[in-house]
C-alpha cells in the first residue's frame, strides 16, 4: 500500500514562508494525483491545492491563491507546496494526498492514500 510522508512544517510568523514537501514511499509519486488538505484544530478538513500526474493543472483554495504554488518533480518523487505570506489562519496539520482520479474532476473523497501530516503554525 502506498505510504505518503510530509516535511517542511514548523512555527513562522506572518508573512513568512515554509516549503511543505510528499514523497511516496514505493517510488511511484509520479503516478498519482496529488492534494494538500489542512485541517484546523475545531474545524474540517480543507482542499489547499491539487496538482495533476504531469502538472500541467494546479487548483487553489480561493484564501490561498497568489500565495502557495503547488508544483512537483516526478523523476525526484517528489510533490511541493511553497507558501508565502502566511497568514496565522493558515495554521493547520497540513496532509498529502494521492489518487487515481485526474486532478480536474477529483473530489475529496477520490484521495485513497494520506499522509501522517506536518504542524505549520504562523503566530506573532
Known amino acids: 500500500q502506498l505510504q505518503l510522508v510530509e516535511s517542511g512544517g514548523g512555527l513562522v510568523q506572518p508573512g513568512g514562508s515554509l516549503r511543505l514537501s510528499c514523497t511516496a514511499s514505493?517510488?511511484?509519486?509520479?503516478?498519482?494525483?496529488i492534494a494538500w488538505f489542512r485541517q484546523a484544530p475545531g474545524k474540517e478538513r480543507e482542499e489547499v491545492s491539487v496538482?495533476?500526474?504531469?502538472?500541467?493543472?494546479?487548483k487553489y483554495l480561493d484564501s490561498v491563491k497568489g500565495r502557495f504554488t503547488i508544483s512537483r518533480m516526478n523523476d525526484k518523487n517528489m510533490v511541493y507546496l511553497q507558501m508565502n505570506s502566511l497568514k496565522p489562519e493558515d495554521t493547520a496539520i497540513y496532509y498529502c494526498?494521492?489518487?487515481?482520479?485526474?486532478?480536474?474532476?477529483?473530489?475529496?473523497?477520490?484521495?485513497?492514500?494520506w499522509g501522517q501530516g506536518t504542524q505549520v503554525t504562523v503566530s506573532s
Open positions: 494526498a494521492a489518487g487515481q482520479v485526474p486532478a480536474n474532476v477529483a473530489l475529496q473523497g477520490d484521495y485513497d492514500y
Open positions: 514505493d517510488g511511484t509519486l509520479g503516478f498519482y494525483t
Open positions: 496538482i495533476s500526474t504531469s502538472g500541467s493543472t494546479t
